[in-house]
């Protein structure tokens, strides 16, 4: 659903990223067909592609049919498509928004944007609330904690931006052992590099915001996630390593579903 309000431009050179780098050659009306565009919106797409990404692509070379490129290996797929989506302007002041900032001016000062710009995302950013049942009768956006924390690790995912998510060497650390602590003791469960930044970041939004923002899981999902060994080793994990980064058993909740999680994103997302 989030996707449907990223600008469609973004969306397209994220998805012609991903192709080039994962087939090294695609065809241009293939392209045009799939992202519902002409193949000269797709050409203009790949230029600037080629232009954004000119250290990290190697070799490109398009004729009228088909474009070829080859990337460094030095640079992740999602180190490129994060640099992508941090210029869509929707991502950014979601992500201000959700950090406590309501103030529309300030906003659109800060990311450079138009006043009629900025009132666009404005009423994109209530259409989305409105289509997730956030949006109150007073029209006020209230997001549940739980699903506003997703919304900020989602926005981290797809930018790469953690300025939503001050730093805490000391909860990272602990949330690192953790993982370790899990790896160890849980057959055949491993996290690579770029899900244990999510379970890093979202136990540090979880020590930033516990005490004056709790969080609330239902009795069923409590439950469900009750009986299962992840949920009991994270617990035993917790105390061995006597960890800071749950300060409740809210939060364990919390830390459960990032642990359990494959795609970080709230639940109507």
Not at 14 to 34: D, G
Not at 229 to 249: A, D, H, M, Q, Y
């Amino acid at each position: 659903m989030l996707e449907r309000y990223i600008e469609k431009n973004i969306f397209r050179q994220v998805y012609l990223c991903q192709q080039l780098y994962q087939k090294k050659k695609i065809a241009l009306h293939t392209m045009a067909e799939r992202l519902n565009v002409c193949t000269i919106t797709i050409t203009n797409d790949l230029e600037l592609l080629k232009e954004s990404f000119g250290q990290e692509i190697l070799t490109f070379e398009r004729t009228k049919n088909t474009c070829k490129a080859s990337f460094s290996s030095a640079y992740s797929l999602l180190e490129l498509t994060q640099r992508i989506f941090r210029r869509s302007d929707f991502l950014r002041v979601l992500n201000d928004f959700l950090s406590g900032n309501t103030h529309w001016s300030e906003i659109a000062e800060k990311e450079f944007l138009s006043t009629s710009k900025i009132y666009q995302i404005r009423a994109d950013i209530f259409e989305f609330a409105e289509e997730l049942g956030y949006l109150q009768s007073d029209h006020t956006i209230k997001l549940p904690e739980k699903d506003l924390r997703y919304l900020l690790l989602a926005i981290s995912r797809y930018t790469g931006d953690r300025s939503a998510i001050p730093y805490n060497k000391m909860i990272a650390s602990s949330a690192a052992d953790l993982i370790d602590y899990v790896e160890e003791h849980f057959f055949d469960r491993d996290y690579p590099s770029s899900e244990r930044e999510i379970i890093i970041l979202g136990s540090q939004l979880s020590s930033q915001r516990a005490r004056q923002f709790p969080i609330q899981f239902s009795d069923d999902e409590k439950q469900t996630a009750q009986q299962t060994p992840l949920f009991g080793l994270l617990r035993e994990g917790v105390k061995t390593l006597k960890s800071t980064i749950c300060t409740n058993e809210e939060e364990l909740f919390f830390i459960y579903s990032l642990f359990n999680a494959r795609n970080y994103l709230c639940n109507n997302l």
